[in-house]
């Protein structure tokens, strides 16, 4: 069973606002990620660990950080929170496995933020 | 870079069987997924293809062809819990990070 934790579960703040999502693993999984998700839509990567002090950005362009200081912990920042940054945010975490294997995400329930 | 195509929405009635397809492109291909994730949930994994052929597990089966960039994913005996978004993700060397490339999901709707 996947142990992927994401916190808030719901955030609904004022533009201009500096905010913190956070996600936690439980499995040693070396790599983490960000993915974001409007209602209907595919999952969109913004960013991506691969371990400890390895962070990377993804295809969507995000006005958000990440850092991995600990191996268990990705929060995502927003700086300064605008109206358009009003979205499902999803952690998500897997195993190394060399690039001919495949690859298994554990999500966790997202966080929905609202900004306005 | 990787894209995919699914249809936005299938419906079917309890007890049948839906299929749900996956065409893709992508360079350095190295294996099709695909997740459920029902309203309001996280999304998880469901199965995986890197080779052609049929791979089954239960009620769900999903099916590969390398030389179509092509796949489905097949669900039988249909029930109401099975009402969810299937996304169908693809592994590439896109930019070097092999990391899966999300399509936009299909919603399932399985009616009585």
């Known amino acids: 069973e996947a142990d992927i934790y994401q916190t808030p579960r719901y955030l609904v703040i004022g533009t201009g606002k500096k905010i913190t999502l956070e996600c936690s693993q439980t499995?040693?999984?070396?790599?983490m990620y960000w993915y974001q998700q409007d209602p209907g839509m595919e999952l969109h990567l913004i960013h991506y660990?691969?371990?400890?002090?390895?962070?990377e950005k993804g295809d969507l362009s995000s006005e958000s950080t990440v850092s991995r200081i600990r191996t268990e912990h990705f929060p995502l920042t927003l700086e300064s929170a605008r109206p358009s940054h009003t979205s499902q945010y999803l952690c998500?975490?897997?195993?190394?496995?060399?690039?001919?294997?495949?690859?298994?995400?554990?999500f966790g329930s997202g966080t929905q933020l609202s900004v306005l | 870079g990787q894209s995919l195509e699914q249809p936005s929405e299938v419906t079917a009635v309890e007890g049948a069987i839906v299929q749900i397809n996956c065409t893709y492109q992508t360079s350095g291909f190295y294996g099709l997924s695909w997740y459920q994730q029902h309203d309001g949930g996280a999304p998880t994994f469901l199965s995986y293809?890197?080779?052609?052929g049929l791979e089954e597990t239960g009620r769900f089966s999903s099916f590969l062809s390398r030389s179509d960039s092509y796949g489905y994913l097949l669900l039988q005996e249909l029930q109401m819990k099975d009402s969810a978004s299937y996304f169908c993700a693809v592994r590439g060397s896109s930019g070097g990070s092999y990391i899966p490339t999300f399509g936009r999901g299909t919603s399932l709707i399985v009616h009585p």
């Open positions: 499995m040693g999984h070396d790599k």
């Open positions: 660990s691969y371990g400890v002090n390895s962070t």
């Open positions: 293809n890197a080779l052609d």
């Open positions: 998500a975490s897997s195993e190394s496995q060399p690039y001919t294997t495949n690859e298994k995400l554990f």
